[in-house]
């Protein structure tokens, strides 16, 4: 079972800096799920079914796109096939933190629905597997509510608050993200993939589907040493 | 507007997501194919990041409030900065320049 020992090992870990790291990225999550529920209720969507969406999907930038397409008259197919791509980079993230969601089968498939951009950037910036596991539970579990609860207010028409971009909202998502990457961009290795990869996601965002960009930095893995990466951390 | 796409895209999500956990749960990786899905990871996230600062929308330009605040935060990182300071200095910095009318 999803054990009491692993939950009360997460409440213990998450001290008072990890609850507010999370909060501070997932704050702006409730603001972008209110502007998914207003624009999904534009677009001739129910309150209950925007809510549902929310609930099963979680994943903010495929439902934007999916109700996207569904409201300029696209095919259901289409739609559904768009918004899977732009998940598709979910896969690597969970072969590269899945281990460590939890130590049972059950808790891993329960805790995949909240595998998410930001978790996946916290666990990988930590090194403490046990403080690892707290955060991708506590920011996978906030962002969840948070993103569900937006979600309500904003189909309801609770989206009066004005545009996020006005707080400039849109760039505490990539500056969250910068900072929790910045630890592993010591290792060189990481850095001429990342280098590489990053410069052919720019290049080719306006010419490709929405999120085959992200796919295709992945190319930067062919410029990785085969030496081992402990040794390429030491400072030349 | 039908459940069948949303329940599609649930569907098929959550397989994305359940896969690379399970896959770990039964197979044990070599030292080299760890640290492989580690770079690979950090290699998407930052893809994710540099796109999601530079480009709105479709490949639209985002302006350069988005890009100015973005940097300005990678700075306060590097110095070491609580995150929580990080984060919201960006979104300030950002709201700032708008208001001054850049776009």
New interface residues.
């Given amino acids: 079972m999803f054990s009491m020992k692993n939950m009360r090992s997460i409440w213990r870990t998450a001290d008072a800096r990890l609850w507010?790291?999370v909060?501070?990225?997932a704050a702006?999550a409730s603001l972008v799920g209110a502007s998914f529920g207003a624009i999904a209720v534009a677009?001739?969507?129910?309150v209950w079914?925007c809510c549902?969406?929310s609930l099963?999907?979680?994943?903010g930038g495929?439902?934007f796109m999916?109700v996207g397409i569904?409201a300029a008259g696209g095919g259901?197919v289409a739609?559904?096939l768009a918004?899977?791509v732009l998940?598709?980079?979910?896969?690597?993230?969970?072969?590269?933190?899945?281990?460590l969601?939890s130590d049972n089968?059950l808790g891993?498939?329960l805790?995949?629905?909240v595998?998410i951009?930001e978790n996946?950037?916290f666990v990988?910036a930590e090194r403490d597997p046990e403080r690892a596991r707290a955060l991708y539970w506590v920011a996978g579990g906030c962002f969840f509510v948070l993103w569900n609860l937006g979600t309500l207010v904003g189909a309801y028409g609770g989206d009066q608050l004005g545009d996020p971009?006005?707080?400039?909202?849109?760039?505490?998502?990539?500056?969250?993200?910068?900072?929790?990457?910045?630890p592993?961009l010591r290792?060189r290795?990481?850095v001429r993939?990342?280098l590489l990869?990053?410069a052919?996601?720019?290049a080719v965002?306006?010419?490709v589907?929405?999120g085959v960009?992200?796919?295709l930095?992945?190319v930067?893995?062919l410029v990785?040493r085969?030496t081992?990466?402990t040794k390429e951390t030491v400072p030349a | 507007m039908s459940i069948w796409p949303v329940l599609a895209l649930a569907g098929g999500t959550f397989a994305i997501r359940a896969v690379g956990p399970q896959i770990r749960d039964r197979v044990r990786l070599s030292e080299r194919a760890t640290v492989l899905m580690a770079i690979a990871a950090t290699t998407l996230l930052f893809a994710l990041t540099i796109t999601a600062t530079v480009y709105k929308g479709v490949g639209d330009f985002a302006g350069w409030s988005r890009i100015i605040a973005v940097v300005f935060a990678g700075f306060l990182a590097w110095r070491k900065v609580p995150f929580a300071l990080v984060v919201i200095a960006a979104a300030a910095t950002a709201a700032l320049l708008r208001l001054l009318g850049l776009s």
């Fill in positions: 507010r790291d909060l501070a990225v702006t677009a001739g969507m129910p079914l549902v969406t099963v999907v979680f994943a495929s439902q999916m569904l259901p739609a559904v918004a899977l998940n598709a980079r979910h896969l690597p993230f969970g072969l590269a933190i899945g281990h969601i089968r891993r498939l805790g995949s629905h595998l951009d996946t950037a990988l971009a006005a707080f400039g909202l849109d760039a505490a998502f990539p500056a969250a993200m910068f900072a929790l990457l910045l592993a290792d290795n990481t993939a990342v990869g990053g052919i996601a720019l965002t306006p010419l589907p929405a960009p992200v796919l930095a992945l930067g893995l990785v085969r081992p990466a």
